[in-house]
């Protein structure tokens, strides 16, 4: 979920110099974003604010500017809880504008542009997974006879942002022993903001496939491995935000 998050939360407000550069870093409560532009005359620390897509929501940002030759490079950390939702809702699925002021020294800094997301380099050697956003609770098989099954997934959803995010939809696979042996959808649900969302997931099996598949776990009656692997739809309204779903477990037939 990291890259799709970032898509959401960086979002950065006219057109970009070719020398300015974005970097980022993305850790399990926010992210590190590293600007490279000309330099003011020297470095130091750095104070100012971030603006994105033009809105006039204003984050205050701390940090340090390095100089090297020509350039400098302004690194900052900001944290997800502190992201304005007017950013979200100004969100651009191709591209996104920012404006960075502040100043450096006693110089003034004043850097804006527009980059496509493909032009920011993520920092992924030691990045969060969206294993840190979601999780899988359990599989369970809400029925199993010898003429039919039935399962659920429980999924629980960190939302890191300080206001809600409309779930437009799931769309989802259970592979029981590497075999699909069933799948499901969902519509309509809300990640509530600055919390653990718990998402129960109807899975529609195929009997026979899941038999198959569990053969052995029959004879012994033990765990079957699975993996759920799937979409969240995060909508908002500059466009919809897939979230890639692919997570392992076990479930049991017998309990």
């Given at each position: ?24 870093q ?9 600007f490279?532009g000309?330099?003011?005359g ?11 897509n033009?809105s ?28 304005p ?10 591209d ?18 527009r980059?496509r ?32 099954s ?5 999924v629980r959803v ?6 809600s995010?409309?779930?437009a939809?799931?769309?989802?696979r ?6 699909e042996?069933?799948?499901?959808s ?15 997931l109807?899975?529609e099996?195929?009997h ?7 053969g ?8 079957v ?31």
């Amino acid at each position: 979920m990291t890259d799709s998050l970032l898509l959401l939360v960086f979002a950065l407000a006219g057109p970009i110099p070719a020398a300015h550069e974005i970097h980022v870093q993305p850790w399990p409560d926010g992210f590190t974003a590293v600007f490279f532009g000309p330099s003011p005359g020297k470095g130091g620390e750095f104070a100012g604010s971030l603006s994105l897509n033009g809105s006039s929501s204003e984050v205050p940002v701390a940090g340090t500017a390095l100089q090297s030759g020509e350039r400098v490079a302004i690194t900052f950390k900001m944290k997800y809880r502190d992201v304005p939702d007017d950013w979200a809702n100004r969100f651009r699925i191709d591209d996104f504008d920012y404006r960075l002021h502040g100043k450096v020294a006693g110089s003034d800094i004043d850097w804006s542009g527009r980059k496509r997301w493909d032009e920011v380099e993520t920092d992924k050697s030691q990045s969060t997974t969206s294993a840190d956003f979601i999780k899988l609770g359990s599989i369970e098989l809400t029925e199993f006879s010898l003429l039919q099954s039935a399962a659920k997934a429980v999924v629980r959803v960190t939302n890191p942002l300080s206001f809600s995010l409309k779930l437009a939809s799931t769309s989802y696979r259970l592979l029981a022993n590497g075999r699909e042996v069933g799948s499901g959808s969902t519509k309509g649900m809300v990640l509530h903001a600055s919390q653990e969302t718990i998402l129960e997931l109807p899975i529609e099996v195929d009997h026979a496939e899941l038999l198959s598949a569990a053969g052995s776990a029959i004879r012994s009656g033990g765990d079957v491995e699975s993996r759920l692997k799937g979409t969240l739809v995060i909508r908002l309204p500059g466009g919809d935000i897939s979230v890639p779903l692919d997570l392992a477990g076990k479930f049991s037939l017998f309990k």
